[in-house]
Each structure stands twice: as structure tokens, then as C-alpha cells.
């Protein structure tokens, strides 16, 4: 079972079996619905109200960070590490390492189960399920392709290549 835990909150890490150096704090932030077994792993950081809900589903979940209302609600099915999704349900849905998302809503609407993106602003989505290396800055942007940059809602898209491509011409 897990241990070294800190959880403040109604429900909050209530079905906790096997993560262990963690805290979960607020309102079912760590928990599930139905207390099932939660995940195992270490050095996570929930906060928030249903932040990290339902991470029964995942096998292991292993330093990252979730804050806000319903950050990384719904997190994967596999084993996770380095994720960071900060503002309110940042990452409601997602499975894949070391991404990052900060800004409402962020990396919600796509269920992200890619490696190494990178979402900065409200609402902003990678192109696809299993998009890597995706760096996303502004409000309501959507990944182009693996490997790439959009900035701004005027799509300035750095490339792996290096090339520059500004509003849609080069």
C-alpha cells in the first residue's frame, strides 16, 4: 500500500492502494467515484477540486503535477511520468509523458496521449491523438504537425527543419 501521503479534502486520495510520497488536496482530488483502487507510483502533486479524479484507470503515475478544477481529471490507461497540467481542467483528459499545459481548459477537448508537448494559453489542443514535440503558445491553438511550433492566433509555424512558414504562406 501507499504511504508518506498527504491528502486534505472530502474524499481527497480515498482510494489511494499504492501511490505513495504524494498530495492530493480538495474535493476528490486524487479519488474516484466509486473508490476504486487507485494508481501506483510516486511524487505527485493534485490539487484542486476533482483534480486528478479518476486516475484508477492509469498503472502508473509518477512525478506529476496537476492543479486546478478538474486538472488531469481523467488521466490514461498506462504508465505516466513527468506530466504538468495547471489551470482549471488542464488535461481533463490525457495519457503520455512529460507534457505540459497551462491555461484554461488547455489540452482538454483532445485526449493527449502523446510524448513532450507543450500548450501554453486557453484552450489550446494538439493536431492529434499521439502528437509529439507539439509547442502550442496563444489562445485557441491547434497543433499543425509532430515537431512543431504555433505561435499566436496569426500562425507563425517553426518547423523541425527550421523553417518558418507565417500566416499559412512561406
Request: hydrophobic residues 35%; glycine residues 20%; charged residues 10%.
Amino acid at each position: 500500500t501507499g504511504g508518506s501521503n498527504i491528502c486534505i479534502g472530502d474524499k481527497a486520495g480515498g482510494a489511494i492502494t499504492t501511490l505513495g510520497s504524494s498530495i492530493c488536496i480538495g474535493y476528490k482530488a486524487g479519488g474516484t467515484d466509486n473508490d476504486s483502487s487507485m494508481i501506483g507510483g510516486v511524487g505527485c502533486i493534485i490539487i484542486g477540486h476533482e483534480a486528478g479524479k479518476i486516475l484508477a484507470n492509469a498503472s502508473t503515475v509518477t512525478d506529476s503535477i496537476f492543479i486546478g478544477r478538474g486538472a488531469g481529471a481523467n488521466f490514461g490507461e498506462g504508465s505516466e511520468a513527468g506530466n504538468i497540467g495547471v489551470g482549471a481542467y488542464t488535461f481533463s483528459s490525457i495519457q503520455g509523458n512529460y507534457n505540459i499545459g497551462l491555461g484554461f481548459s488547455t489540452g482538454s477537448s483532445t485526449h493527449v496521449d502523446g510524448d513532450q508537448n507543450i500548450l501554453i494559453g486557453k484552450d489550446c489542443e494538439v493536431s492529434a491523438n499521439a502528437a509529439t514535440g507539439q509547442v502550442l503558445l496563444g489562445n485557441a491553438i491547434t497543433g499543425v504537425a509532430d515537431n512543431t511550433t504555433v505561435i499566436g492566433n496569426t500562425d507563425i509555424i517553426l518547423d523541425a527543419s527550421g523553417d518558418i512558414t507565417l500566416d499559412g504562406a512561406n
